[in-house]
């Protein structure tokens, strides 16, 4: 497993468990180990979502969009 893919999981986990800011910088590092992650960015922006930062959220989807546009999860 990646690098950024572990950080990817951690950060899921986190969303799960309502910890929204340690599931940002999670979803961040794995964004440092893997600049091209949509799926980093997905997680980042749900994060960012549900800690009430609609605007910063927004721009980690259009991120995600912009790398993988054809993607069902951006």
Avoid: C, H, W
């Avoid at 990646?2 to 599931?23: H, L």
């Amino acid at each position: 497993m990646s690098e950024a893919k572990e950080f990817i999981d951690q950060a899921s986990r986190a969303i799960q468990d309502g910890q929204y800011q340690s599931a940002a910088d999670l979803a961040r590092q794995a964004l440092e180990a893997d600049p091209a992650s949509a799926d980093a960015n997905v997680v980042l922006g749900i994060a960012l979502a549900q800690s009430g930062q609609p605007d910063a959220a927004t721009n980690a989807f259009r991120a995600a969009i912009a790398l993988e546009p054809t993607s069902a999860k951006a």
